[in-house]
């Protein structure tokens, strides 16, 4: 809820309250009576909501803080009772000796202060009431004031601590890539080999990508590929032609996924599997994008050795983490090791949550 009034400074949400608690108690009174009593009903009202407004800052900013309590129930009924007693008297007498010498035509008859003091039984049922509803009232509006400012508070911290989770989960692209593609392009440097300046260009792409164009919560499918298709060549600098690579890609929509998801997949296929694989290594990359949701999947060999490492590698449960704080329940991800094969399936819904 984010309600403009929450936003006032505080000495005019607290003028605006008053000054609406008095208007509707003068349209009540008024409603009943002639347009000649107005003058004498606004005073009178001005009277009561003054006392009723001192019982009511007592009570938020001293009656109910952690300070006066600890003084014991009994103490602090006493103090409190005595202080409704005392400005509910006060709210009497000043009605009569301040209020209706205002607004009445004299003579008329006023008791004494004493009287006032004294006269138990008319305050306790007259005014007391009338201070204690005026501070139940205040009291009840700075009760949802509180709740909606803190509420505001647990969601924009919320929201801060789940955008420092995305972007540190995020900015985990593999130190070891870069370090690998480096020494790998500084030995074509050495070769001259027409790769170089490629293969310059592929890695700066990806870095100008990773760094400053996936700042966004979500990024096109189709520049999550060309990042793939970067990546992918760059990495077969290292393996040569021993590594076949497979990548089938079909775009019915343009869906909005995650920035570098699929490239974290990606990482995970290359280190456990071609990575580990002195042989023949083979990866498939499937991509499906249609208007329900977009499938990622990846198969790599794999040998038997690293296939629990893999399934409780950090990469992959980084990628979960980043899932269920940005889709919830709305996604899948499966990982299956069968044959030879290391494969994960990640599903990923087009109708996405957000709190607001």
């Given at each position: 809820m984010d309600l403009h009034i929450f936003k006032l400074p505080r000495v005019v949400?607290?003028?605006?309250?008053?000054?609406v608690f008095i208007a509707v108690g003068v349209f009540s009174d008024f409603s009943n009576l002639n347009?000649?009593?107005?003058?004498?009903i606004v005073v009178y009202h001005i009277n009561d909501a003054f006392f009723g407004a001192?019982?009511?800052?007592?009570?938020?900013y001293y009656f109910l803080t952690e300070r006066f309590l600890k003084k014991g129930y009994i103490v602090s009924s006493i103090v409190f009772l005595f202080s409704v007693y005392l400005l509910a008297a006060l709210s009497r007498l000043s009605t009569v000796h301040l209020a209706e010498p205002l607004v009445r035509k004299p003579p008329f008859i006023q008791e004494s202060p004493f009287e006032i003091?004294?006269?138990?039984?008319?305050?306790?049922?007259?005014?007391?009431?009338?201070?204690?509803?005026?501070?139940?009232?205040?009291?009840?509006?700075k009760f949802f004031s509180?709740?909606?400012k803190e509420r505001e508070k647990r969601l924009l911290l919320s929201k801060e601590k789940t955008e420092i989770e995305l972007k540190s989960l995020r900015s985990q692209l593999n130190p070891h890539f870069l370090f690998n593609t480096l020494n790998n392009i500084y030995s074509l440097s050495i070769d001259n080999s027409p790769k170089t300046s490629p293969a310059i260009g592929k890695l700066s792409d990806i870095l100008d990508y990773v760094l400053y164009r996936c700042n966004d919560d979500f990024v096109s499918?189709?520049?999550?590929?060309?990042l793939i298709d970067d990546y992918i060549e760059?990495?077969?600098?290292?393996?040569?032609?021993?590594?076949?690579i497979t990548v089938d890609t079909f775009i019915e929509i343009e869906n909005q996924v995650p920035p570098l998801i699929f490239l974290s997949l990606v990482e995970n296929a290359f280190k456990h599997g071609a990575g580990e694989d002195s042989g023949l290594p083979k990866i498939w990359i499937t991509l499906k994008s249609t208007i329900d949701q977009t499938t990622f999947s990846v198969v790599n060999t794999c040998l038997d050795v690293v296939v629990e490492e893999l399934k409780e590698s950090i990469g992959l449960t980084n990628i979960k983490k980043q899932l269920e704080l940005i889709y919830d329940k709305r996604y899948s991800m499966s990982i299956e090791k069968k044959g030879g094969l290391f494969s994960v399936n990640l599903i990923l819904k087009n109708e996405i949550t957000h709190e607001n």
């Open positions: 949400k607290h003028l605006l309250f008053w000054f347009e000649d009593c107005f003058i004498e001192v019982l009511a800052y007592l009570m938020a003091l004294t006269d138990l039984r008319y305050i306790a049922f007259k005014y007391g009431p009338s201070v204690l509803t005026a501070t139940f009232i205040f009291y009840l509006a509180d709740y909606s499918v189709s520049n999550e590929m060309k760059l990495e077969k600098l290292r393996y040569d032609e021993r590594l076949e």
